[in-house]
C-alpha cells in the first residue's frame, strides 16, 4: 500500500531486517505480555534511530523517523508506542546535547552507549493523575549529599521491564522550597526502584506499560538535567524538544496501526470503490499531516511553532483515523470480526492515541489563544 511503502522502506533503511523478525511471530504473540519484540529490536539497532551518527546511531530526520514509527505500528502496536517512549527521550537529550552547558560528562557518557550498547529509555513523564499539568510533577527530589533523593511513582511506564535508563520528570526543591522541572537520568538497577503490575488491559500489554517506584533513589547531580526557571509553564529547550517529537512519533505509531487495518479492507476488495477511496483518503491525509510536520521540524521550525503544529496534526489525524477504524471495520464485515481476533484488537488500540498527553480538552483554550497570536502555554 503506497501509505505503508515509504514507511517500510525507512524501516529497512535504519534497521534491516527488523520487519521480518516481527513478521516471523504472528500478532497476538507480538501483542503479548511475554512478547518478544523489543528485543527483536534491540537486536536490529533500533535504540540508535534518532542517535546522531557521531555517537553511532542512524542519525534518522524527523520525516524518516516518523515513516519508520509508521512501520512499527503497523507491525506490532505496541512496539510502536513504547519504542516513541525511547525515542522522544533521546531526541530531547541529544537537542540538549547540542548546548555544551546543558550536559555533564557523565550524561554524555550516557548518550554515547546508547546506539553502542542498545540501550532502551523508559520516558517516565505520566503519572496517571486525571487533568494533571504534566510539566509539573508530583515526583519530587530533594538534595542530598552530592545529588538528590527521589520519592514518588510513575504510572504508566512503558518499557518498563526492558528499559536500561529511566527518564523522569521531577520537581526539584532548592533550599529556599521553590520548585523547577528537572530530567533525571536514572540507571534502571538503581536501589529503590521497583516494577510494580499497572497495565490491565490486553491492549498494548507489550508496551510494558506499569508502575515504577522510586523509593529513597539516589540521583548523582552529574546526571540531573534542569530547566529553565524563569516561567515553568512556559516551553523551554527541553519541553519543546520532548513535545515535538512526543507528538510527531505517537501519531505516526498509531497511524501505523490504522493502516493495518486499512490495508486488510483494500487487499480483501470489501465495500465498493468509492467506499474504498473514501478510506484511503481519510488515511493518507493523516499520513501528509504528519509528514509535512516533519518537514516542518526538519526545515528549522521550532518553539511554540513546532509545538502547535505537531499538536495540529495531531489532534486532525486523531478525529481521521477514528472514522478510518470505524469504516474499515464495518467493511470488513462480521465474519471478519468474529473470525480472528486481530480486527478487534487493532480497532481498539489506534483508539489510545486519544489517551496520550495531553488531552484535546486540557488544550482548548491554550490554542485557542496561541491562534489568536498570544505564546502557547502547556498545562
Same mark, same amino acid.
Given at each position: ?231 515553568? =509553564? ?125 488531552? =484535546? ?19
Amino acid at each position: 500500500m503506497r501509505f505503508l511503502a515509504s514507511a517500510h522502506e525507512a524501516c529497512e533503511k535504519f534497521h534491516p531486517g527488523l520487519e521480518a523478525a516481527l513478521e516471523a511471530v504472528p500478532l497476538a504473540e507480538r501483542e503479548a505480555v511475554d512478547s518478544p519484540v523489543l528485543e527483536i529490536f534491540r537486536a536490529h539497532g533500533g535504540a540508535g534511530l534518532l542517535v546522531p551518527e557521531a555517537f553511532g546511531g542512524q542519525g534518522a530526520d524527523p520525516l524518516g523517523a516518523v515513516r519508520a514509527q509508521r512501520a512499527l505500528g503497523a507491525l506490532s502496536p505496541s512496539l510502536g508506542v513504547a519504542t516513541v517512549m525511547h525515542h522522544f527521550t533521546v531526541a530531547m537529550l541529544f537537542s540538549l546535547a547540542e548546548t555544551a552547558d546543558r550536559l555533564t560528562a557523565a550524561q554524555r557518557k550516557l548518550l554515547a552507549s546508547i546506539a553502542a550498547d542498545g540501550l532502551l529509555l523508559s520516558s517516565a513523564w505520566a503519572e496517571g493523575r486525571a487533568d494533571q499539568n504534566i510539566l509539573l510533577p508530583s515526583v519530587v527530589a530533594e538534595p542530598a549529599g552530592d545529588g538528590y533523593r527521589v520519592n514518588g511513582e510513575k504510572k504508566p511506564c512503558s518499557l518498563s521491564q526492558a528499559m536500561d535508563l529511566l527518564t523522569a520528570s521531577v520537581a526539584v526543591v532548592d533550599g529556599e522550597g521553590r520548585q523547577s522541572l528537572a530530567l533525571l537520568l536514572i540507571p534502571a538497577d538503581s536501589p529503590g526502584i521497583s516494577v510494580e503490575p499497572f497495565w490491565g488491559t490486553p491492549v498494548l500489554a507489550a508496551a510494558q506499560s506499569d508502575l515504577v517506584r522510586l523509593t529513597d533513589v539516589m540521583v548523582p547531580r552529574e546526571l540531573v538535567i534542569s530547566s529553565t526557571p524563569e516561567d515553568q =509553564r512556559r516551553l523551554d529547550d527541553l519541553q519543546t524538544a520532548g513535545f515535538t517529537w512526543f507528538e510527531l512519533l505517537v501519531t505516526s505509531a498509531y497511524t501505523g496501526v490504522a493502516a493495518a487495518l486499512v490495508s486488510r479492507v483494500l487487499e480483501a476488495g470489501r465495500g465498493s470503490v468509492s467506499d474504498r477511496a473514501a478510506l484511503g483518503v481519510r488515511l493518507q491525509a493523516a499520513v501528509d499531516l504528519q509528514e509535512g510536520a516533519a518537514r516542518a521540524v526538519a526545515d528549522g521550525v521550532g518553539g511554540d511553532e513546532a509545538v502547535a503544529s505537531v499538536l495540529v496534526a495531531r489532534y486532525a489525524s486523531q478525529d481521521l483515523l477514528a472514522g478510518a477504524v470505524d469504516a474499515a471495520t464495518e467493511m470488513l464485515g462480521g465474519m471478519s470480526f468474529v473470525g480472528s481476533p486481530d480486527v478487534a484488537y487493532l480497532a481498539s488500540a489506534v483508539r489510545a492515541l486519544a489517551f496520550h498527553p495531553p488531552s =484535546r480538552g486540557s488544550l482548548a483554550a491554550q490554542l485557542v489563544a496561541y491562534f489568536e497570536g498570544n505564546p502557547l502555554h502547556l498545562s
